[in-house]
Antibody, heavy 119, light 108 residues
Framework: EVQLVESGGGLVQPGGSLRLSCAVS????????MHWVRQAPGKGLVCVSR????????TYADSVKGRFTISRDNAKNTLYLQMNSLRAEDTALYYC????????????WGQGTLVTVSS | EIVMTQSPATLSVSPGDRATLSCRAG??????LAWYQQKPGQAPRLLIY???TRATGIPARFSGSGSGTEFTLTISSLQSEDFAVYYC??????????FGQGTKVEIK
């Protein structure tokens, strides 16, 4: 069974940092591109960042570029998102999602971890 | 960034009726369009990809159509478990792929 389990969310002050993790199981992690997608409370879905299967290529939405860093450890079957210089507008539920065979669609999602940026 | 616009924002439908949801892209995305269903407190679930191909395990009452800039998701006969929010997503140009703002399908 495919599972993606996020952790690391919490309450942080503006300007602070958090590191999210996504532990996966049930599939060969090193073969898949992975994403972080966020959803602000009561709002829609926004793609944040993407990483290719071996970690050599990463891309970011303009809103997080220079502040967030996506990475992965294929030996540990874990995806990460380092978030620095956090802003109130980064408050959201952060999902990790698997990209289906480099197709562009997300076939498996975690349950999300909540990040709240507030003083 | 491609802007995806969904309509209507809310659709009130009776169980057993047909629901038609629309998604418009700000520029052509070819057939690189997916639909997701999200229920309260749950992660999104992939329904349709390639504009018209059902994902694994998705019932035949869900169908997608369209190409270019105009797309439609049709639920032929709404079941109780279909009341949810539906999002379209383009994956034609990264970064980033973009989602529509969602259509809520509620019980009439």
């Amino acid at each position: 069974e495919v599972q993606l389990v996020e952790s690391g969310g919490g309450l942080v002050q503006p300007g602070g940092s958090l590191r999210l993790s996504c532990a996966v199981s049930g599939f060969t992690f090193r073969n898949y591109w992975m994403h972080w997608v966020r959803q602000a409370p009561g709002k829609g879905l926004v793609c944040v960042s993407r990483i290719n299967s071996d970690g050599s290529s990463t891309t970011y939405a303009d809103s997080v570029k220079g502040r967030f860093t996506i990475s992965r450890d294929n030996a540990k079957n874990t995806l990460y998102l380092q978030m620095n210089s956090l802003r109130a507008e980064d408050t959201a539920l952060y999902y990790c999602a698997r990209e289906e065979s480099s197709s562009g669609t997300f076939d498996y999602w975690g349950q999300g971890t909540l990040v709240t940026v507030s003083s | 960034e491609i802007v995806m616009t969904q309509s209507p924002a809310t659709l009130s439908v009776s169980p057993g009726d047909r629901a038609t949801l629309s998604c418009r892209a700000g520029q052509s995305v070819s057939s690189n369009l997916a639909w997701y269903q999200q229920k309260p407190g749950q992660a999104p679930r992939l329904l349709i990809y390639g504009a018209s191909t059902r994902a694994t395990g998705i019932p035949a009452r869900f169908s997608g159509s369209g190409s270019g800039t105009e797309f439609t998701l049709t639920i032929s006969s709404l079941q109780s478990e279909d009341f949810a929010v539906y999002y379209c997503q383009e994956y034609n140009s990264w970064p980033p792929w973009t989602f529509g703002q969602g259509t809520k399908v509620e019980i009439k």
